[in-house]
């Protein structure tokens, strides 16, 4: 049986960001052990808890570009010449390390976080042929259509809407016009559900939906609640992502189905899935397990209880949003990535939910794509879950995007659980 601690109250040795060795755990919470079957979990309904202090600070001098191993697992040099043992996952970081450099990608980062904990199993960035950066940590990229999932969150909690909820569109498949905006039988020829329109990332229909339903300062405290506009709270600096909602409809609409005016770091979109797959309670990612001195001797000790956020949005709406992503894989824009030409899935019996962003900068001539996403997105017994992002930054000839590089981190976290079944992908083709 999966379990998740709820309440969990930090020391007041964490205002430093370090607690002392004799302290290794958080005093003062309430835990609560629930079943995680929706999607992990429900959480507490009735009484709020008790205010929570803020989460601890970075950790100082961590630098997360000099992620090394050795025969004691997998650390970072701190300042004062202190090494940060790591909770990444030694075989996974080696993966993910290796299918960047291997496809010579210009920019591309992984996050993987285990839900349960916060953990953060993948840190990894690449910058081909330039000097290494925390790629995972910058927050400069368009969320895109990424930010789909905040939309659609909004249109449930907000709205009262479903996953069901039918609209009918024309155009807005490259960009959203005026004249896309409106109700119009004539031209109106298609029809979506919300969680068709997840899955295909259908713009028009978020857009029109976004128009009818919400206001702007709705939408912009929803995407507040999931984080947006200030840094992930972790153990290095991350920039803060951007939300900025024209006051124009048109401006409001494109905005709202993915269209710019939003930025997203690749942890943050690893949290933003890692919201989700908690029933809507954002969790602290954490990544140092322990740090020592250089001659080995323990300093500070990572506390077993996880520090829980303030919650994002209810569970009902959690689940609503994992419906609609489950369509991404299951028949939208991630099917061809997650199944072979006959349509049988690489990770059989195992639902994903995930969400695609594509979005070219023709100045910069940049070509963005985003995977973000989570699985099993449905409890199975024994499977311990995960939460990833996937950035990928190409040129305008492309190499490989995000949700096949998303695919095989999968298929490699899948497999190092010994989960049967499993069908390996063919090796991603060089797009030369």
């Known amino acids: 049986m999966r379990r998740r601690i709820l309440g969990g109250v930090v020391v007041a040795a964490c205002a ?49 570009t000099k992620i090394g191993l050795d025969d004691k697992g997998v650390s970072a040099p701190m300042e004062g010449r202190k090494i940060a043992r790591l909770t ?47 790629l995972c940590a910058e927050a400069t990229a368009p969320a895109a259509s990424v930010f789909k999932i905040v939309t659609g969150a909004a249109l449930v909690e907000s709205a009262g809407l479903s996953p069901d909820t039918k609209q009918c569109f024309s155009g807005g498949e490259q960009k959203i016009l005026a004249s896309d905006l409106e109700d119009d039988p004539v031209r109106d020829r298609w029809c979506s559900t919300l969680s068709g329109a997840m899955g295909r990332s259908i ?3 978020f857009a029109r939906l976004a128009l009818k339903h919400l206001k702007p300062p709705v939408l912009e405290d929803t995407a507040r609640a999931f984080g947006f506009g200030e840094p992930v709270p972790f153990d290095v600096p991350v920039q803060a992502s951007v939300i900025h909602l024209p006051p124009d409809t048109l401006g409001f609409a494109r905005t709202a189905a993915g269209f710019w005016n939003t930025t997203l770091s690749p942890l943050e979109a690893a949290q933003l899935s890692t919201t989700v797959a908690r029933g809507g309670e954002p969790i602290r990612p954490m990544i140092v397990s322990a740090i020592t001195e250089a001659n080995g001797q323990p300093v500070w000790t990572a506390a077993a209880t996880p520090i829980t956020l303030k919650r994002a949005v209810s569970p009902a709406t959690a689940q609503a949003v994992t419906t609609m992503m489950e369509h991404t894989v299951a028949e939208g824009t991630c099917y061809r990535a997650f199944h072979d030409g006959k349509g049988t899935p690489f990770l ?25 996403g989570f699985a099993p997105s449905k409890p199975m017994p024994g499977v311990k879950p995960v939460a990833i992002a996937v950035l990928v930054v190409n040129l305008p000839t492309w190499q490989v995007k995000a949700n096949v590089v998303a695919r095989e981190m999968m298929h490699a976290y899948f497999a190092e659980q010994k989960v049967p079944g499993l069908l390996r992908p063919p090796r991603i083709a060089h797009k030369d």
């Open 16 to 64: 430093v960001g370090l607690v002392p060795l004799a302290r290794r755990s958080l005093g003062g919470g309430v835990a609560h052990a629930t079943s995680m079957d929706e999607p992990l979990a429900k959480a507490a309904q009735g009484p709020q808890a008790a205010p929570q202090p803020p989460p601890p600070p970075p950790m100082p001098g961590l630098d997360l």
């Open 88 to 134: 990444i996952d030694a075989g996974l970081q080696r993966q993910a390390l290796t299918v960047m450099a291997a496809h010579k990608l210009p920019e591309a980062s992984i996050v993987m976080i285990d839900p349960e904990t916060g953990h953060v199993l993948v840190y990894a960035s690449h910058v081909e042929g330039a000097v290494a950066r925390d």
């Open 203 to 205: 713009n028009t229909v």
């Open 348 to 372: 059989p019996g195992i639902a994903v939910a995930g969400k695609t962003g594509t979005l070219t900068d023709d100045k910069a001539r940049r070509f963005y794509t985003w995977f973000t």
